[in-house]
């Protein structure tokens, strides 16, 4: 909230006993094997639920072993048109309070990527703003990609190039099945003459997504085009690049052949144990314990 300080409640340490890394076939693997597998990738994601401790503890774990020149952070949680905000943080030119007022910085930014930033101003890395503004992702969720037709050449260059790619099939399928068990399904009568108005926002909110994922990509892209050899570290929410899909899908458009790696990571009552489900949805994935908790932040 605006004008609060707020501070992490003390919280028990995680350590390696609260995640199990595997690779995508449900072979048994370690952080190292991420690391040194990172190293050879032009662009590694770390694929999160935004409310996992144990991620966001590993996002700054495996940033903390692999910063150093040549490396660059992107995040989904800060959106294009602020970059220049995010840079003015890096530099010390504002203040951390400026940062998330006209960053517009996520409601969890103190307790989860406030550690991220930190790593990258200590090792003087590049900070990608990588996401879409997400205004323009709310045209899109109304009126679908052809309501962006309509802004300024000045606000376009906050998006990737109009029009981007619609999502393929498998991810389409996959949206839908996510949708489904997020919302329940809702049948709407058909409108006369076409499809019914659920299956327009259906649509749109598939587009939205797509915006998302071709935002994140562009941004890595360019980025990679104008540092050659370079590497990108992105930390996204999992569901934008689980099965090399989604985002790494616009990149190959935007970059052919950049070499990826991804890592998604997921809270599971399973854990410590892999389940049948989990496989292919990264090169590695990373089982993290569900008993640990956010931490909870109070008034100061």
Known sequence: MVGLCVSAAPQKPITDQNYRVYHGDGSRASLEDVLDRAKSAGATFLGESHDDPVAHYLEAEILKRLAGPGWALSLEMFERDVQIVVNEYLQALIEERDLIASGRAWSNYRRDYKPLLGIAKEK???VIAANAPKRYVDIVSRKGQEGLMALSAEAKQTLPPLPYAPASQAYRERFQKEMAAE?????????????????????FALQSQSLWDAAMAYSIAEFLKAHPGDHV????????SEYHQGILEHLERYRPGTTTLVVTMIRDKSFPAWKAEMKDKGDFVIVTDPHVKPAESKKR
């Open 124 to 126: 003087r890395l590049p």
């Open 183 to 203: 919302m329940g399904k809702t049948k709407t009568p058909p409108e006369p003459g076409g499809a019914s108005h659920g299956d327009h926002q259906s649509d």
């Open 233 to 240: 570290l992105q930390v996204n929410g999992s569901f934008h």
